[in-house]
């Protein structure tokens, strides 16, 4: 099932379309917070955004570009603020399509099909693990953590995501060399704590510290 996150503060507008997708199997996810959007949007990591221009606090072009410091998420503007100028500044602001209010349901809902199936139907759904406010897309192996991003090497990448995948688990050090190199081979153990570290040293680079810890003899935990 799909999740759309509709970020509309007229509330009757928002509910009508939550209820007419919900109607079509998709999973309908109203922003309640608008001082909050971008949390509400990693908390939830939906799979398509329907935006309003015109919102409290912040406008809808802000929040455009806040999400796409992380994602690529695919985002249809909705908006009565039709004019060739609105609708560019839509578009370049990193909008995938733009529907002019009054509009019809079974026009965005074709929409909204034809933009899921561009965006996944090749490419996958993009995978997030997130902790603490570390958030790792896999995809793209990168870390993103309070608006600084740092993008991984494909081993520093991989023993992120398994250390996350089995958060508060100790990972042995066996374990993380046979996911690595998967070889019957011998190692050399110091290339794991080489990986490790530099895995690390990129993680402080954004503000991450001691995110990764260490159990003598054992392995690691996040």
Request: hydrophobic share 40%.
């Amino acid at each position: 099932m799909y999740k759309i996150m509709i970020i509309e503060d007229d509330k009757i507008i928002a509910r009508e379309m939550k209820t007419f997708l919900e109607s079509w199997d998709y999973q309908g996810i109203l922003v309640h917070d608008f001082h909050q959007v971008l949390e509400e949007w990693q908390n939830t990591n939906p799979d398509l955004i329907l935006m309003d221009i015109s919102l409290p606090y912040k406008n809808g072009y802000y929040w455009t570009e806040q999400i796409r410091k992380y994602s690529k998420v695919p985002i249809i503007f909705i908006s009565s603020r039709n004019d060739n100028m609105n609708i560019v500044m839509a578009l370049s602001q990193g909008g995938d399509d733009f529907i002019a209010k009054p509009f019809d349901l079974q026009v965005l809902l074709y929409k909204i099909k034809a933009l899921l199936r561009r965006t996944y139907d090749f490419s996958g759904k993009t995978e997030w693990l997130e902790q603490n406010g570390v958030r790792f897309n896999m995809d793209e192996n990168l870390v993103t953590y309070q608006d600084r991003s740092v993008e991984l090497t494909k081993n520093e990448g991989k023993i992120l995501r398994l250390l996350m995948e089995k958060k508060d688990k100790i990972v042995w050090r066996e374990e993380l060399m046979e996911y690595l190199w998967k070889t019957d081979y011998y190692v050399d153990e110091n290339a794991l704590s080489v990986n490790i570290n530099r895995l690390r040293k990129k993680l402080e680079r954004i503000g991450i510290h001691d995110f990764i810890q260490t159990k003598k003899g054992l392995g690691y935990l996040v």
